[in-house]
């Protein structure tokens, strides 16, 4: 691996680099070789912090049940301390009149009084209304498994809120060179 890992080039503006740290992205172990690093990190750092009785990652994203924001603070700190090169943010929870909510992967949580979790729809802001144009060179079956893939995310996920997340992409799609007859 040390061979691998220590003679990973690639170039930037016509010149050669040599990566100095990091994982060689397209390399058939790295993918395997990152999940075993992060679960060493984590893993020291819930044994120094006895206190998260539940802790989950998927890829990036890590779900801890702690007590209190203090707490998260701390086991933040914790797992952040385990490595120079690796910075976990935190998200806090916000809170409302009778629950309070945190969002997971693209799933917002609503943690009611009684303890009683709920799921909601969730979409990341983001600059534009992003999405495959009519327009590019990509084959119509992928543009269409696309479409059909983002429908399918918000059957799946929007609840109650399913008719307005429908129709906000409709719209993004009509804004990237969509028809009627497309979608």
């Given at each position: 691996?040390?061979?691998?890992?220590?003679?990973?080039?690639?170039?930037?503006?016509?010149r050669?680099?040599?990566?100095?740290?990091g994982?060689p992205?397209?390399?058939?172990v790295?993918?395997?070789v990152?999940?075993?690093?992060?679960?060493?990190?984590?893993?020291?750092?819930?044994?120094?912090?006895?206190r998260?009785?539940?802790?989950?990652?998927?890829v990036?994203?890590?779900?801890?049940?702690?007590?209190?924001?203090?707490?998260?603070?701390?086991?933040?700190?914790?797992?952040?301390?385990?490595?120079?090169?690796?910075?976990?943010?935190?998200?806090?929870?916000?809170?409302?009149?009778?629950?309070?909510?945190?969002?997971?992967?693209s799933?917002?949580?609503?943690?009611?009084?009684?303890?009683?979790?709920?799921?909601?729809?969730?979409?990341?802001?983001?600059k534009?209304?992003?999405?495959?144009?009519?327009?590019?060179?990509?084959?119509?079956?992928?543009?269409s498994?696309?479409?059909?893939?983002?429908?399918?995310?918000?059957?799946?996920r929007?609840?109650?809120?399913?008719?307005?997340?429908r129709?906000?992409l409709?719209?993004?799609?009509?804004?990237?060179?969509?028809?009627?007859?497309?979608i």
């Amino acid at each position: 691996l040390r061979a691998v890992f220590g003679l990973t080039f690639f170039t930037f503006e016509e010149r050669i680099y040599r990566q100095k740290s990091g994982l060689p992205m397209g390399c058939a172990v790295s993918g395997i070789v990152a999940i075993l690093f992060m679960e060493r990190i984590e893993q020291t750092a819930l044994a120094l912090f006895a206190r998260c009785p539940l802790f989950r990652r998927y890829v990036d994203d890590c779900y801890a049940l702690v007590s209190s924001e203090d707490e998260a603070s701390r086991l933040h700190a914790t797992l952040t301390e385990q490595h120079p090169s690796i910075k976990f943010e935190l998200e806090a929870c916000t809170r409302e009149k009778d629950a309070t909510r945190l969002s997971l992967l693209s799933l917002p949580v609503r943690i009611e009084a009684s303890g009683e979790a709920s799921f909601d729809f969730f979409t990341k802001e983001a600059k534009s209304d992003i999405f495959l144009h009519r327009q590019s060179a990509l084959l119509w079956s992928q543009k269409s498994a696309a479409i059909r893939n983002e429908v399918s995310r918000i059957e799946a996920r929007s609840g109650a809120n399913m008719d307005s997340h429908r129709a906000a992409l409709k719209e993004k799609l009509h804004s990237n060179g969509y028809s009627e007859d497309d979608i």
